[in-house]
């Protein structure tokens, strides 16, 4: 099972609010877990990964938690300012033979209000 | 350094047509790999091409084709085109087809009319 499924949909936060995205997966065999931040009219740019032998990573405001047994992951973004206000997307990815593919999320779009 | 770039920013056909993508990926990088991103949805995987191979194929009918030239640059090609073709292309780029880290370009709009 390939998919990947993230909530909420929508995510409304005032300023200096916490943001949390969750996402689920089945294929045990994703060993690589990334977090995109997409603005309108661009491509995803890449903000925050993690491996399923950690079980938190921190860069700056954005931080990972991974739970391995549950197979979910999500998304912490702390003091959330309005520039945050973007399409989120979180992915998975297995080496199937020589090559690695991405399978995404169905996105959060989170607005940050001032 | 220039990330990743794709061309042609938007793209206008009509059903039937036949449309060719280009994408460079940032230099040094061998491996291309190409998304179709439908309007409110994630990116859906569609080829990957290392050293000029395709090393990885998602579930997209055989009108879509893809290749890799020599620099590493890569057209994915779409024939007959249909409206559901509608969608945001994307190509990211990786050092190598194995490489976790992707790097996504801006991509390039197509819409079928």
């Known amino acids: 099972q390939q998919q990947v499924k993230q909530s909420p949909q929508s995510l409304i936060v005032q300023k200096g609010g916490i943001s949390i995205i969750n996402c689920a997966y089945e294929n045990t065999a994703f060993d690589y877990f990334p977090w995109y931040q997409q603005f309108p009219g661009k491509g995803p740019a890449l903000l925050i990964a993690?491996?399923?032998?950690?079980s938190e990573k921190k860069e700056g405001r954005f931080t990972i938690s991974f739970n391995k047994s549950a197979k979910q992951f999500s998304l912490h973004i702390m003091d959330s300012q309005p520039g945050d206000s973007a399409t989120y997307f979180c992915a998975a990815s297995n080496r199937g033979g020589s090559a690695r593919q991405l399978t995404f999320g169905s996105g959060t779009q989170l607005t940050v209000l001032p | 350094d220039a990330g990743v770039t794709q061309s042609p920013t938007h793209l206008i056909k009509t059903r039937g047509q036949h449309v060719t993508l280009r994408c460079s990926p940032i230099?040094?990088?061998?491996?291309v790999s190409w998304y179709q991103q439908v309007l409110g949805q994630g990116p859906q995987f569609i080829f990957q091409y290392y050293e000029k191979e395709e090393r990885g194929r998602g579930n997209f009918p055989d009108r879509f084709s893809a290749r890799q030239f020599p620099n590493y640059s890569s057209e994915l090609n779409v024939n007959a085109l249909l409206l559901g073709d509608s969608a945001l292309y994307l190509c990211a780029s990786s050092l190598s087809g194995s490489t976790d880290t992707q790097y996504f370009g801006p991509g390039t709009r197509l819409t079928v009319l």
């Open positions: 230099s040094g990088h061998k491996s």
């Open positions: 993690i491996r399923p032998d950690v």
